[in-house]
């Protein structure tokens, strides 16, 4: 069974920089598609990014500003975030795809099927 675990979270000024990481154990992800969502309390889970089978793909509200990528010999997904907002505050998740023929649904977080515990993310004015 595999397991996600993500670092990196904290607290930052708008306008600052952190990257979050998330290290696959138990089986190796490199072949499944993968993605970052966020939830901020009262919210729904939001798409944030994912990386397809090396395709990224970004939710509006971060293009331009975030940055996915995948160290395949670390079994990592990266998510550096550049021009922190308050409104980026949340707890962010990444997420696996197991089941490729989903793929086209990369930003449904029902299609992801192995989840982090979260990580928290404050972003203050």
């Known amino acids: 069974q595999a397991q996600l675990v993500e670092s990196g979270g904290g607290w930052v000024q708008a306008g600052g920089s952190l990257r979050l990481s998330c290290a696959a154990s138990?089986?190796?992800?490199?072949?499944?598609?993968m993605g970052w969502f966020r939830q901020a309390p009262g919210k729904e889970r939001e798409f944030v990014a994912s990386?397809?089978?090396?395709?990224?793909f970004y939710g509006d509200s971060v293009e331009g500003r975030f940055t996915v990528s995948m160290d395949s010999a670390r079994d990592t997904l990266y998510l550096q975030m550049n021009s922190l907002e308050t409104e980026d505050t949340a707890v962010y998740y990444c997420?696996?795809?197991?089941?490729?023929?989903?793929?086209?649904?990369?930003?449904?977080?029902?299609?992801?099927?192995?989840w982090g515990q979260g990580t928290q993310v404050t972003v203050s004015s």
């Open positions: 990386w397809i089978a090396t395709t990224t």
């Open positions: 138990g089986r190796t992800l490199r072949h499944a598609g």
């Open positions: 997420a696996a795809m197991t089941n490729l023929l989903s793929a086209r649904y990369y930003s449904d977080y029902n299609k992801y099927d192995v």
